[in-house]
């Protein structure tokens, strides 16, 4: 991962294609797994990696990118999230028969999709720092950082999170 | 219960936890069966989670993003510029503009940049609020105006077209001006009235020292702009008001149309017949505010009939008794000879009002020469004494005789006579 700050464009340029080949494919597994939709986890991508290419000229230059990264996307898919919710009210709307709320089935064994179920259980606030944690592999700190808040409160939530999936992967079964 | 949940964090985290901590926690692990199996079942939950598949990303969306992201950069980059050219261009515009409208300040008719200074003196007029405030700025619009024309005649710009407002006035020599400035009348306007005195308009080009005129109108008396055009003065004779404003009323022909006895005095032959010191009905204000200029004797009177009436408050304003005079026994009647190229008077119908009459004098003039020349016992019978106790007595007055261009004539002419547009 780059740490220098880069100073020129070409340099910046250089970073983002790195960043994007390194982190893009994760991210949008993320994504995908927040927002239950394939369609709408690559316009995130695609929204949150805008957004990072902007922002990448002020970037400190010790900043941690894949915490930086993984926060954009998370915003971004609280963001769409939030509009989709909003959307949900709107009386001709069937949340059911929405798909950009319905869940994106991939294919795979029962095994599988009874996690899945489990992890679409958990609020999201509670399935972002699992989903980082154990699938993504960042620290409790990279988390903190990624959610807003401290290490000791992704740890807290991180430890809710994971007590609440077992209940949820529990009743599955 | 706290013991539970310090330990219940620290296997959320286990990967993360410092070899002191790990020793720490396998120690309680062994020793715990409960937290052994939540540590087996985190563990199972981390396999669980990171085996599950997850679709590739469409090949498309990295395209699209490189599109928007690295292949825009040099669009975003000038991005930052954009403002700072925006600000450059609009001050350079600024700059344009501002120092366009400074130079064409002092431009005159002709120039290239006159029509801007036109159009700048068109904005401020439009922009400026108040009645009171817009018509002292088109006041000095229309001083601005003179001041040109007087400009290119000092320059002697023949040829340059001139537009301006101010009282048609005769000067002692004969001549016909505007404002102080000498006109010619084309022959075009012959015959057509219009009141010596009254404010009008003129278009025309600059041609040897005068302006020839192209179109005269007569502007309303609001909207006179000529210098002094204010109070209507006293200016008959035996004190009572005539002048110019009695050729207003009176439906006389002007200097032009000379009289059957052919005196160099327009009004002479009628005079008697015109009651004396017959009041104007419409003085021409700038005709004796200003006082700069010789009005020239009515035409041949037929009794003036008043085209407005006056109210008592303008009676009482004008003062009745006798004005003083430049000469004795100069007068022989009512000054009525500030009508020259008369309006209205004797065929309204036939005649419009708007329109100039030649004034026709008697010795030769560049343009309209007055006709009318009075038989010889009449020269100081008949001339406008009525405006020149009244100006004489508001304004000062250039030498006798002297009529210079721009400034206002004399009442009478350097003999001592009055002139008159036909006295040669």
Redesign the interface.
């Known amino acids: 991962m780059p740490a220098a700050q880069p100073v020129s464009k070409a340099e910046q340029d250089a970073l983002f294609v790195n960043l994007y080949n390194e982190f893009h494919q994760p991210i949008f597994g993320y994504l995908f797994r927040l927002l239950r939709n394939r369609e709408g986890a690559e316009d995130a991508v695609q929204e949150a990696f805008l957004k990072a290419y902007r922002a990448l000229p002020g970037l400190d230059g010790k900043a941690n990118y894949r915490a930086w990264l993984y926060r954009i996307a998370t915003n971004t898919a609280y963001d769409r999230l939030r509009r989709q919710r909003l959307l949900s009210w709107l009386p001709l709307l069937d949340a059911g028969e929405d798909p950009a709320l319905g869940y994106d089935h991939i294919d795979g064994c029962d095994a599988s999709i009874q996690v899945q179920e489990a992890l679409d259980r958990l609020p999201l606030r509670y399935r972002a720092p699992l989903l980082l944690y154990s699938v993504y592999g960042l620290s409790t700190a990279e988390i903190g950082r990624v959610l807003g808040i401290t290490r000791s409160g992704a740890k807290m939530r991180l430890a809710r999170a994971r007590r609440m999936f077992i209940e949820a992967h529990g009743k599955g079964e | 219960m706290a013991r539970k949940?310090r330990w219940?964090?620290l296997?959320?985290?286990y990967r993360?936890l410092d070899p002191h901590e790990r020793s720490a926690v396998n120690g309680f692990l062994q020793r715990d069966s409960e937290a052994r199996d939540l540590k087996q079942?985190?563990d199972q939950?981390?396999a669980?989670?990171?085996?599950?598949?997850?679709?590739?990303?469409?090949p498309a969306?990295?395209e699209?993003?490189?599109a928007?992201?690295?292949a825009r950069?040099d669009a975003?980059?000038q991005a930052g510029w954009r403002p700072v050219l925006s600000a450059a261009l609009a001050l350079l515009l600024l700059i344009m503009v501002g120092g366009t409208a400074l130079a064409s300040s002092g431009s005159l008719p002709g120039d290239a940049l006159y029509p801007v200074k036109r159009v700048g003196e068109e904005v401020r007029l439009a922009l400026t609020l108040g009645d009171k405030a817009r018509a002292q700025y088109a006041d000095r619009l229309g001083e601005v105006r003179r001041q040109e024309v007087h400009t290119l005649l000092d320059l002697g710009r023949a040829g340059t077209p001139v537009e301006f407002e101010g009282p048609l006035e005769h000067s002692p020599t004969g001549e016909w001006m505007v404002a102080g400035v000498p006109i010619l009348l084309p022959n075009e306007v012959d015959e057509t009235p219009t009141i010596s005195g009254s404010p009008v308009h003129v278009m025309g080009e600059i041609e040897h020292a005068r302006v020839r005129v192209r179109t005269m109108r007569p502007l309303t008396s609001s909207a006179a702009t000529a210098p002094g055009a204010a109070e209507p003065q006293p200016t008959g004779a035996e004190g009572t008001p005539t002048g110019a404003g009695r050729a207003s009323e009176s439906p006389s022909r002007g200097p032009a149309s000379a009289s059957p006895q052919g005196g160099d005095e327009p009004s002479n032959a009628q005079a008697t017949s015109t009651p004396p010191a017959t009041r104007s009905a419409t003085p021409p204000p700038s005709a004796t505010a200003d006082g700069g200029y010789d009005k020239p004797k009515d035409s041949p009177a037929d009794g003036g009939q008043p085209t407005r009436p006056r109210s008592p408050s303008e009676d009482k304003a004008r003062p009745t008794a006798p004005a003083p005079r430049p000469k004795q026994g100069e007068e022989t009647g009512p000054a009525t000879g500030s009508q020259m190229p008369s309006i209205s008077g004797q065929s309204p119908a036939t005649t419009p009002p708007g329109t100039v009459t030649k004034p026709s004098h008697a010795h030769p003039q560049p343009g309209r020469q007055p006709s009318h020349v009075p038989p010889p016992g009449q020269q100081g019978s008949h001339t406008a004494p009525s405006s020149a106790p009244a100006a004489a007595g508001n304004t000062p007055r250039p030498p006798e005789g002297s009529a210079p261009r721009g400034s206002p004539a004399t009442p009478s002419s350097a003999n001592g006579n009055p002139t008159s547009p036909g006295r040669p």
């Open positions: 949940a219940l964090g296997l959320a985290a993360e079942r985190f939950q981390d669980l989670l990171a085996s599950l598949d997850v679709p590739s990303m469409d969306i990295t699209r993003i490189m928007a992201t690295v950069g975003v980059r």
